[in-house]
């Protein structure tokens, strides 16, 4: 039997960043099990074809892009996202976004992504949409009551109780949620982001609604060809962090002032320490770093696809994880600590020792831990890992059953198996 299976995403590749990279590794599982795919996202910067199709283990996969919006005028659906909701002083349109609880300005896809996707909808067996935005679910939603097909929604980011940035009256979010989970035949949710138990909220529902994931980790299939030989005797100590910085959330302040520091308290030289830094990068830091006289220690690399992290990290001696103190609180994982993992190198966590992470770091072994305000902890930390280096004692871990446990073949897999039995049950019912 041909399964056939429409995703509604914000991002996919070439558009860069993790979230492209997720959804592109749901559709290789996807088809690795059998699925044809259809993926529906909005057109970018990085991303103006409007329809792509490609054979991935040997099954059919569709990219169908759309345009939404004031695209002109606004040309990012992320024109907005770091501003804070007021009320009372914005115009009638923003106001009316607010209500929408789309601080990121999705909402504008939303016309064109139901226009396109009721043909997918119609074609396919069931309807997955993959948060956040929580727009994305708003449009699985109604392709779900328009077309009656079976709809799984995928929590990678809470509803509410949502601490990154405020989306409207938390009232309304609860009501959504209410209506998305309520409508939807399977809710998937994974406990590595810090998304809390949604069924618990929801007693008076099966329980075989409700499939809880962990971990998200690492794709092996991108691994396969990565370099884990470590960098020869001799060269500086290569300290790099790769991803996202947010607002005054995670920030490379914390970081720099202790290398700083370290620098200072050690008479270091750049002969024997080097940050490396990849992905989002602004003004403020490099006058940081001027301010700091690191500019010959600090080094930023750009924006990197997957593939030239693996090689970043492959050059780089240490791995930089850095985690702000709501998300310790939530106890979120960041996905990058299962590529930093798979990377087979030390990892400088900047985390509550007692956090999730923290634990999870100090239990296998994977690397040192201090507080993500603590300079002079971070310091001795960096100092630590570069006497390991000296000594010839820097090694990351290397062991299979590590490797194995925190693979995310098992995981998507699952996801898979669990599609694939739904839609056979639905069959057998209609026969």
């Not at 590749?13 to 909005?42: F, H």
């Not at 985690?323 to 996905?335: C, D, H, V």
């Amino acid at each position: 039997m041909t399964k056939q299976i429409l995703l509604i995403v914000d991002a996919y590749p070439p558009d860069r960043g993790g979230r492209a990279e997720k959804v592109e590794r749901r559709v290789y599982y996807l088809t690795k099990n059998g699925w044809n795919v259809d993926v529906l996202a909005p057109f970018s910067r990085t991303a103006q074809a409007q329809r792509e199709l490609t054979e991935i283990n040997g099954q059919i996969v569709r990219v169908i892009r759309t345009d939404y919006l004031l695209r002109r005028q606004l040309p990012s659906l992320k024109h907005n996202e770091t501003r804070t909701i007021d009320t009372d002083k914005r115009s009638i349109a923003a106001r009316l976004l607010d209500l929408l609880f789309v601080p990121k300005g999705y909402i504008r896809w939303l016309p064109f992504a139901v226009t396109h996707g009721y043909r997918l909808a119609t074609q396919a067996d069931i309807i997955l949409s993959i948060n956040n935005p929580i727009t994305l679910h708003i449009i699985g939603w109604i392709l779900h009551l328009i077309t009656r097909k079976p709809w799984v929604i995928e929590l990678r980011d809470a509803i509410i109780n949502y601490e990154y940035n405020r989306r409207g009256p938390e009232l309304l979010n609860q009501l959504l949620e209410q209506i998305f989970v309520r409508s939807a035949t399977l809710v998937l949710s994974w406990t590595d982001t810090g998304t809390d138990d949604v069924s618990k909220r929801y007693p008076q529902l099966t329980k075989n609604k409700f499939v809880s994931l962990f971990p998200i980790g690492y794709d092996p299939s991108r691994f396969s060809k990565y370099n884990a030989t470590y960098p020869k005797k001799g060269l500086p100590l290569i300290c790099t962090y790769t991803g996202s910085f947010y607002g005054d959330i995670i920030t490379p302040y914390p970081i720099l002032t202790a290398l700083a520091h370290c620098v200072q308290k050690h008479n270091l030289s750049t002969q024997d320490i080097q940050f490396w830094f990849a992905g989002s990068w602004s003004d403020s830091y490099d006058c940081l770093v001027d301010d700091l006289g690191l500019r010959s220690y600090v080094h930023y690399k750009g924006w990197l696809s997957h593939q030239e992290c693996l090689t970043l990290w492959s050059s780089s001696d240490v791995l930089v994880l850095l985690l702000g103190e709501q998300e310790a609180r939530r106890g979120l994982i960041p996905t990058k600590l299962w590529d930093y993992i798979a990377a087979q190198r030390p990892i400088l966590c900047l985390a509550p020792p007692s956090s999730r992470i923290g634990q999870l770091v100090i239990e296998d072994r994977l690397g040192e831990v201090a507080a993500m305000y603590d300079v002079e902890k971070i310091s001795a930390a960096i100092f630590r890992l570069l006497v390991k280096k000296r000594n010839n004692e820097l090694n990351g871990n290397r062991d299979t059953k590590l490797l194995d446990r925190w693979s995310c073949e098992p995981m998507e897999t699952l996801v898979a198996k669990i599609l694939t039995k739904f839609i056979d049950e639905v069959d057998q019912q209609t026969q």
